[in-house]
């Protein structure tokens, strides 16, 4: 019996399209511009965006590293959530690396920020302070069951950045699935934004790299970014080819994703011990609390029987959806899932 892997959508494997497409990829030296493969995938990223350039990169992490370094100097601030991808899983990286102050604001269940909160958390230059000159986002939001932004609340967000004179970045990991959610093209979803990454190793099944997109000048400087931080690649086609294909294949079929995990959702709803509310989901991330809080020997339990998952923390376990589960694999995990909660708890 196969394993049922819901630890993440990176562990999606290319598909047969998509490797056809990297074997047969015509190639360059990218640190000369010169391949052609990236060159027509970053224009097409830029295309989707809908921002003048883009940057392909290998990680999601690298790609948030380089803007957050190209928007600030040393000793400025990055306003963003407290549950933010950035803060939380990036090794501190914009610390370590850039000298930037984390300033946290409180996330909501449903990956807001308050407002009000935000507004003042921005602080103006003076002597005694570090400025923010960066606002981050996140969409969809990772640690909140992939909960997408509104898109009024981004726009009032981006109103907020504007009054104050600042930036903003969107952690776009997920962007295509908040822009599958909420029915619009992936453009509309990210124009309040300066600056946007998405990567294309999660729900779009490729392999490696993510893209950042931003303004002419804004990716010439992160391009010298990439540089220093070890980023530059030469026959880097090989691996753009994927993404060629993921923004024609992959990109259009996330709703099913979407899907998988709303029955997830509701199946666990109805299994005594485990804790979860599905109205909540609205992507591919189901977040759920096990009433014993042993989740150690919980995911020990389904590994046993061949199902992954991972844990965000404390009492909570995360599932995810991708291209590799099918709704018959939703009904096996659910099953399992309800034998593991009765050994570990004793509920029946």
């Known amino acids: 019996m196969k394993a049922i892997d819901l630890r993440s959508d990176t562990v999606t494997e290319p598909t047969l399209e998509m490797r056809r497409a990297m074997a047969e990829a015509e190639v360059g030296d ?15 990223a830029a295309a989707l965006t809908g921002k003048e350039a883009a940057l392909f990169v290998p990680s999601g992490t690298m790609g ?32 370590a690396l850039g000298s930037l102050v984390m300033r946290q604001v409180p996330n909501d269940l449903d990956g ?13 230059a003076a002597l005694a302070v570090a400025p923010t000159r960066l606002v981050c986002l996140e969409n969809t939001h990772n640690r909140c069951s992939g909960a997408v932004l509104p898109p009024a609340y981004v726009q009032s967000v981006s109103e907020i950045a504007q009054r104050h004179g600042v930036s903003l970045h969107l952690d776009g990991a997920r962007v295509f699935n908040a822009a599958t ?11 309040p934004f300066d600056t946007v990454l998405f990567c294309l190793s999660k729900g779009l099944s490729c392999p490696v790299g993510s893209l950042l997109c931003g303004s002419l000048d804004f990716i010439s400087r992160a391009r010298r970014i990439r540089r220093m931080v070890g980023g530059g690649m030469r026959q880097a086609g090989i691996l753009a080819a994927a993404g060629l294909v993921a923004f ?39 977040i759920f609390e096990l009433a014993d809080g042993n989740v150690q020997g919980f995911l020990e339990t389904l590994a046993e029987r061949g199902v992954k998952a991972g844990s965000p923390g404390g009492t909570m376990i995360r599932m995810v959806t991708h291209l590799g589960i099918g709704a018959e694999d939703i ?15 004793g509920v029946n």
């Not at 959610?181 to 124009?191: F, Q, T």
């Open 30 to 44: 990218d640190g000369y511009r010169d391949d052609p493969t990236v060159n027509r995938l970053e224009e097409a």
């Open 64 to 95: 948030n590293l380089i803007s957050v370094l190209t928007h600030c100097q040393r000793g400025e601030e990055i306003v963003l959530g407290d549950q933010a991808h950035i803060y939380y899983y990036e090794v501190g990286g914009a610390s």
């Open 112 to 124: 807001t920020m308050d407002l009000d909160q935000l507004d003042q958390a921005i602080r103006p």
């Open 181 to 191: 959610y909420l029915g619009l093209p992936v453009s509309d979803v990210v124009a």
């Open 248 to 286: 024609e294949t992959t990109a259009h079929r996330l709703a099913e994703d979407h899907a998988n995990a709303r029955l997830l959702a509701d199946g666990l709803a109805n299994i005594p011990g485990v804790i979860v509310d599905p109205t909540r989901i609205q992507t591919n991330i189901v």
């Open 331 to 345: 009904d096996t995990a659910l099953g399992v899932i309800e034998v593991a909660v009765k050994i570990r708890t």
